[in-house]
């Protein structure tokens, strides 16, 4: 429970859903959740886009409460979720998503239908349900072509992915959901998401993984790109928050660490955390991928006290002891 004036509307211990809780964001919410003595229902698919290992493994860290409950199912499908939103439910963590930029330029239409039918199917059982909130896992993605930085939630939003579209579609039906139809909606921009069980997909899993072998890393386009890298609690204790006020209901907000750094800069500091001799090399620019990202945090820092406590060096640190202790 945070303090002050977040106090408002409280509850002791709610039945919380949360779709995409086998994934890298959705088990750690997961776990705050169960920690906080809250009733749990995981919905994921299990989707093969990377390793199931690694999502049973996610999930087994909430069951072992006894708190949670695991259910296969998929969010495009309405009358599932209708089987486990039901009335009982206070809240809902929607973080479900064919999530990546790049695998959605090979095929736009799976994130399409994830990301925009299943987001509506979420808001619509959630309405039937009389769900207190739903609170919604967007992107710093529905940004796309930057006219200025930071990105403050007033900057155009251009995505340059379709992944970037699906987001965006989807946090407008979150917030008309809210303004036509009286759901309780907030999205979360997230600032690309880094910390132990990330996706392996992501730069910063991937050189890690590399640079412990000495193994030849490659950068896409010539490095000067830069990225806000948010570290995973701090994107866990802003959506726990959203439990505790009404605050920020119909609202999109930034959530990044409001720093960035190039993913040359990323490289290097990797190297010398780790002690590795990888040698780089660069490649050409991927479709899709932004050039820069920078997260504005004024009003998230307004709305719900939004604080980022974990920098860019500390982070990684603690996400290559992560790493090296999972080897062992
Ligand atoms: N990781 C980041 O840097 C980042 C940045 C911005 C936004 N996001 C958003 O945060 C959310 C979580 O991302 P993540 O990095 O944890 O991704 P993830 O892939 O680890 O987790 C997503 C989970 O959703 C599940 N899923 C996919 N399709 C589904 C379906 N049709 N029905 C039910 N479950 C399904 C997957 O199996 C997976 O476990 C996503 O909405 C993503 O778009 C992530």
Request: hydrophobic share 25%; no cysteine; net charge negative.
């Given at each position: 429970m945070v303090s002050g004036v977040y106090e408002e509307g409280v509850d002791v211990m709610s039945k919380i859903v949360i779709t995409g809780g086998a994934g890298f964001i959705g088990s750690h919410i997961a776990e705050s959740c169960v920690e906080d003595g809250h009733e749990l229902e995981i919905i994921d698919n299990?989707?093969?886009?990377?390793s199931l290992e690694l999502k049973k493994k996610n999930i087994d860290c909430a069951l072992k409460s006894g708190m949670a409950r695991f259910v296969h199912g998929d969010v495009t499908d309405l009358d599932f979720l209708r089987t486990v939103i039901?009335?009982?439910?206070?809240y809902v963590f929607h973080e479900a998503a064919q999530a990546g930029v790049r695998i959605s330029v090979d095929n736009p239409f799976k994130p399409n239908n994830v990301n925009v039918l299943g987001t509506m199917n979420v808001l619509q059982v959630s309405l039937e349900a009389d769900v207190e909130r739903v609170i919604n896992a967007s992107s710093s993605?529905?940004?796309?072509?930057?006219?200025?930085?930071?990105?403050?939630?007033m900057h155009p939003t251009q995505p340059v992915s379709p992944y970037g579209v699906s987001k965006l579609a989807a946090e407008h039906y979150c917030r008309v959901f809210y303004e036509v139809y009286g759901l309780p909606t907030v999205s979360l921009r997230y600032f690309t998401v880094y910390g132990?069980?990330?996706?392996?997909?992501l730069a910063i899993s991937i050189f890690t993984g590399k640079m412990l072998n000495d193994e030849p890393i490659t950068i896409f386009g010539d490095g000067s790109q830069t990225r806000d890298f948010t570290y995973i609690d701090d994107i866990v204790a802003m959506n726990m928050r959203?439990?505790?006020?009404?605050?920020?209901?119909g609202a999109v907000m930034n959530i990044g660490s409001g720093d960035r750094i190039s993913v040359n800069d990323l490289a290097k500091n990797l190297k010398e955390i780790i002690g590795s001799s990888s040698e780089i090399s660069y490649a050409e620019t991927q479709r899709g991928d932004a050039k820069h990202t920078l997260a504005d945090v004024g009003l998230a820092k307004e709305l719900i006290g939004y604080e980022p406590s974990v920098g860019i060096e500390e982070g990684l640190e603690r996400f290559v002891a992560w790493y090296k202790e999972i080897l062992e």
């Open positions: 299990l989707d093969d886009y990377y039901d009335k009982d439910v206070d993605s529905v940004y796309g072509k930057v006219e200025y930085l930071p990105f403050d939630e132990p069980r990330m996706r392996p997909d959203l439990l505790d006020t009404n605050r920020a209901d």
